[in-house]
């Protein structure tokens, strides 16, 4: 009686810790290999066959297909650079420089990586349709309400979380330094 | 109190065999991969342009809404298959997954230094058997091998702003796969 309690017990503990680390990796985007700069993190090698099991399985879950190693590279950011999460009922400024590139994309998904419907039907800019001042600089404003100049819409969602495709550029698994690769700060201005 | 801990211990142990045998079976078990959402849409074989990602429905998240996108779904058992690309005006990259989704090649427009991209996708069984001299003779043929019989094959053409969005559909669409006759 007392073993078969004790196996019990134990199966029980075996599956809770395995499938609860299995759910907290998948869904938190745990995987070998990350870029970090700011607040964005790159993993490279998910773009090639040295993928790890995480990005593996990270990917087959959601479904996406990552960019190749040899189209580009996509940083992600859930939070500014203090680390306050992306609240799409705030506002965000996401200014500075990016790393060269030949072409790059800023998008806005939810957490499931779906487009947010906005009125002007907006969900991200290209290295050529921002506005940049004299010295290539810019200034991207992420509100839910309408701003001047690069006005990126949240839809006003809880959760949002932002793209930074850089399309034949040089920044991949050698990039170690922030140096290399200078992304934008991010920055919250506000609430509601 | 020692066999609880034993038990606790166990427990963790087993929890850890639990939590990465679940990780390396997910590609295998996952029914929404991007594949599996694209066998409905596209006949195998066959270059099929996608609509541009919306708020109201898209293909698979994480589109980029910048880009036209095209997949050819391949299955490479009766024979080689042959892509060509033509390159838009301001961005074009080809991209090559297996069927659960890894990249295992990825070329842009300026790396095919040319108009059109070209390439032969094929096993690695139906690379060996080319001959050598074709092989040689056609030294800017450019083949790949892909490491399962199938798989996807992306082809992206940006629009670097939203205007020109036709121009890129245009481009990708007269991108073509097909399987090639044999000799």
């Known amino acids: ?192 | 109190m020692i066999r609880v801990l034993l038990l606790v211990l166990t427990a963790i142990l087993l929890g850890g065999i639990v939590h990465l045998s679940t990780v390396l079976a997910m590609p295998q078990a996952a029914k929404q991969d991007a594949y599996s959402r694209l066998t409905p849409l596209t006949p195998v074989n066959t270059m099929v342009p996608l609509a541009t990602p919306t708020a109201e429905a898209e293909v698979m998240p994480f589109m980029d809404p910048a880009f036209a996108t095209a997949v050819c779904r391949y299955d490479l058992s009766g024979g080689a298959l042959k892509l060509i690309a033509p390159v838009s005006q301001a961005y074009t990259s080809v991209t090559f997954y297996t069927r659960k989704s890894i990249a295992y090649y990825a070329i842009n427009d300026r790396a095919a230094g040319r108009r059109t991209i070209e390439l032969d996708l094929m096993t690695a069984e139906q690379h060996a058997e080319v001959p050598e001299e074709e092989d040689v003779t056609a030294a800017d043929r450019l083949i790949i091998e892909s490491p399962t019989t199938v798989g996807l094959i992306v082809v992206r053409a940006l629009a670097p702003e939203p205007d020109l969005m036709p121009m890129a559909r245009q481009a990708l669409a007269s991108a073509t796969c097909a399987i090639q006759p044999v000799q």
Do not use: Q
């Open chain 1, 1 to 192: 009686m007392r073993l078969l309690f004790g196996s019990c017990f134990t199966f029980l503990i075996a599956a809770a810790v395995g499938l609860g680390a299995t759910w907290l990796t998948l869904t938190h985007g745990v995987a070998f290999g990350a870029l970090t700069i700011g607040a964005w993190t790159a993993w490279p090698k998910s773009g090639s066959v040295d993928i790890d099991p995480y990005a593996r399985a990270i990917i087959a879950r959601s479904g996406e297909l990552p960019t190749g190693m040899g189209d580009g590279i996509a940083f992600y950011a859930r939070t500014d650079d203090v680390g306050n999460p992306f609240d799409g009922r705030c506002t965000f400024t996401i200014s500075g420089m990016t790393p060269t590139a030949r072409y790059w994309t800023l998008t806005l998904y939810d957490p499931e990586g779906r487009l947010v419907a906005n009125s002007i039907d907006r969900h991200g800019f290209t290295s050529e349709e921002i506005v940049r001042d004299s010295d290539g600089r810019f200034t991207i404003t992420v509100a839910p309400l309408a701003r001047p100049g690069n006005w990126l819409p949240t839809g006003g969602i809880e959760k949002f979380t932002l793209l930074w495709r850089l399309y034949d550029t040089a920044i991949g698994v050698a990039t170690r330094t922030t140096k290399e690769g200078p992304m934008p700060s991010i920055t919250r201005k506000g609430c509601g």
